[in-house]
């Protein structure tokens, strides 16, 4: 079925660093959604992506859709300890049907 | 408030019982998905319902079932045919399939012993 790569699988940074996480798809994306997981805790939705081109920011955080609509970028400016955690691409679609999650990118941060 | 509740945090059973773990939303939503997520890995389907009374497998249902006979509630119980059924599931809801954000319950940690 349809799947999303995501790269880094991990990400080491100082405190301070930009951080910057892809999903790739081979496919054209109807949407895009990137969710945030906390260690320990449950994925809260960050963004969804929709036309092609997109850019997004919230704060620090930079959203980008393709002009193809295969592949999303977050890039995080200035990484904060609180930014720690894991950042999922998600798509609705792949083999099930169903709201299908890129395996993630977990950023680690040190002081 | 509004949200969505997994009951309970975590959950203890024996090699060879069936559980089955609680996923209730007062959002109105009608899309309700279960995953499963396993220690520093992503988060793969294992059921999905759009609507009440419909359900359908994800990449990972077998070994699972689930049943939507109300909007609010959507159980998935872990059989005995599950061969690794420790894991950390996350229950979430979403106005519909796919176009809005999904709400995620707490999550429920599985250990099978």
């Known amino acids: 079925g349809q799947q999303v790569m995501q790269i880094p699988q991990y990400q080491h940074v100082q405190e301070g660093e930009d951080f910057t996480t892809y999903c790739n798809s081979s496919t054209t994306l109807s949407n895009i959604q990137w969710y945030k997981q906390r260690p320990g805790g449950h994925p809260v939705f960050l963004i969804q992506?929709?036309?092609?081109?997109e850019v997004k920011k919230q704060k620090r955080l930079t959203f980008q859709f393709g002009e193809a609509k295969k592949n999303s970028s977050l890039h995080i400016t200035a990484t904060q300890t609180t930014d720690v955690g894991t950042y999922f691409c998600?798509?609705?679609?792949?083999?099930?049907?169903?709201?299908?999650f890129g395996k993630g990118t977990h950023l680690i941060i040190q002081p | 408030d509004g949200g969505i509740t997994q009951s309970p945090k975590y959950l203890f059973r024996k090699e060879g019982q069936n559980v089955t773990l609680s996923c209730e939303q007062n959002?109105?939503?009608?899309?309700m998905y279960w995953y499963r997520q396993d220690p520093g890995q992503g988060l793969r389907l294992i059921y999905y319902?759009?609507?009440?009374?419909?359900?359908q497998k994800g990449d990972i249902a077998e070994g699972y079932s689930v049943s939507r006979e109300k909007k609010e509630s959507f159980p998935l119980t872990v059989t005995s045919a599950q061969k690794n059924p420790t894991a950390f599931y996350l229950c979430?809801?979403?106005?519909?399939?796919?176009?809005?954000?999904?709400?995620f319950g707490q999550g429920t940690r599985l250990t099978v012993v």
């Open positions: 959002l109105n939503h009608d899309a």
């Open positions: 992506l929709v036309k092609s081109g």
């Open positions: 319902s759009q609507i009440v009374n419909d359900f």
């Open positions: 979430a809801s979403s106005l519909d399939r796919g176009n809005t954000e999904a709400f």
């Open positions: 998600t798509f609705m679609g792949g083999g099930a049907d169903g709201l299908t």
